[in-house]
């Protein structure tokens, strides 16, 4: 045990160090999840105190987006490449930083919002295709229904102020007369 000496014992320690480290690198690379556009795909809503409730409905290559304050917001072409998604016609990317089954977390200049998964099954806009104003009501009467649940689920605002942050009826119709 007498031969080593110190330079010997300061190489195997560093040694160890490498390994070690090079096993943590392993460790945190096996654990991290490079988010595919496939697992992007399906219904998503968010809720905040600046946009309201917020329904997404994604595909392959677009986003059908509706919204409780501005209404139909249409639908928009998107690539995603490196976690970041970029809406084409609106010259706008976020990050998506945290994917799970149930929800998805964007960020943008240090805002962060969260977006829930919804139902596949749901009736959305981009369903609809303006076939009728019976449908379109229909739809409206779910849309603002999920967007009641999400707000009482979240204990969001009060809901004399959430009624206050729907489109009224006036502004629906106009929805239905302004159709592509």
């Known amino acids: 045990m007498g031969n080593f000496t110190i330079k010997t014992i300061l190489n195997m320690r560093l040694f160890i160090i490498i390994i070690q480290i090079f096993i943590l690198v392993i460790l945190i690379s096996c654990n991290t ?16 105190s600046e946009n309201g409730y917020i329904e997404y409905v994604i595909d392959t290559n677009e986003i059908s987006v509706f919204s409780h304050y ?4 249409g639908i928009q072409p998107y690539t995603f ?14 990050n998506v930083e945290i994917l799970t089954d149930t929800s998805m977390v964007l960020s943008i200049n240090n805002l962060k919002d969260t977006l829930f998964a919804l139902p596949t099954h749901i009736l959305n806009f981009s369903m609809i295709h303006y076939q009728s104003d019976t449908i379109f009501a ?16 979240h204990g969001y605002v009060n809901t004399e102020d959430y009624d206050k942050q729907f489109i009224d009826t006036i502004e629906t119709e106009e929805i239905l007369i302004n159709r592509e």
Do not use: H, M, P, Q
């Open 138 to 153: 229909e739809f409206y009467r779910e849309f603002e229904l999920r967007a009641r649940n999400a707000r009482d689920l």
């Open 33 to 48: 999840k490079n988010v595919e556009r496939n697992d992007l795909i399906g219904n998503w809503y968010s809720l905040n």
């Open 81 to 94: 490449n490196n976690d970041t998604l970029k809406f084409i016609s609106w010259n706008y990317s976020v």
């Open 70 to 73: 501005y209404g139909n917001r």
